[in-house]
Structure formats: C-alpha cells, structure tokens
C-alpha cells in the first residue's frame, strides 16, 4: 500500500527522521503537534490559544492527507500541568464538537520549555 508523507517543513522532521502526518489508505496519523511558531517564535502565552495552534497544524496536516477534522477517531493531549486541561479541553472540543474521538490527556514535560502542550491525532477517512 503507498506511503503518503506530509511534512509542514519544521527542523525537527528532516534531523529527527518523522513526518507531520502519515497517510496509508484511509487511515492518516499526526504525530505529536506542538504550538510551534514561524521562525521559532514564541508560541502564545495561554494553554487555550498553543491548543489552537497545535490543533490549526494538524487541520492542515489532514487537509494535505485529504482529510478534515470530522475524519479523526483518537487523540491524545500532552500537558506540562494537569491545570490546562480544561483550557485545552476547551479547544479541543471547539475543534472536535462533531468527530468526537477517543481521547487520552497526559501529563508530560514537553521539549521546549514554552509549550504547555502537544497533540497527536489519527483520522479514518470515510470512503463510500
């Protein structure tokens, strides 16, 4: 079966060996989406607005795979302190409010000490 790759040109693809988003059939994984910036910028201060970004990235990523956010059936929300969760929750079901997935929150330090989270999605897409 082809190996669809989607990249969204971050460093850390291309020196760490991973792809945003993978696509095998009609399945599409995200792998763990950080709020990163253009640039390296920072990333916004609140844990809802780095939801918001994490989660505008791996709707792109989906689209590049040809699918939406109504396609993804897992998620899992990585948080630097269990105090954001209804923040990001917050976001996440914003984003969600139709697909609603299968979901597991975690806490976890993350690789950069601005993010407060990362999220990692994986999509069906429906074929009729």
Known sequence: MERQR??????????????RAVRVGDRVWVSGTA?????????????????????GIIERALAEA???LDDVVRTRIFVTDAAFIDDVGRAHGEAFATARPATTGIVAALLDPRWLVEIEAEAVIETS
């Open 6 to 19: 989607i990249s969204s040109g971050a460093a850390f693809e291309e020196r760490v060996g991973y792809s």
């Open 35 to 55: 709020p990163i910036m253009p640039d390296d910028g920072d990333p916004p201060e609140t844990p809802y607005e780095q939801a918001r970004v994490c989660l």
């Open 66 to 68: 040809g699918a939406t």
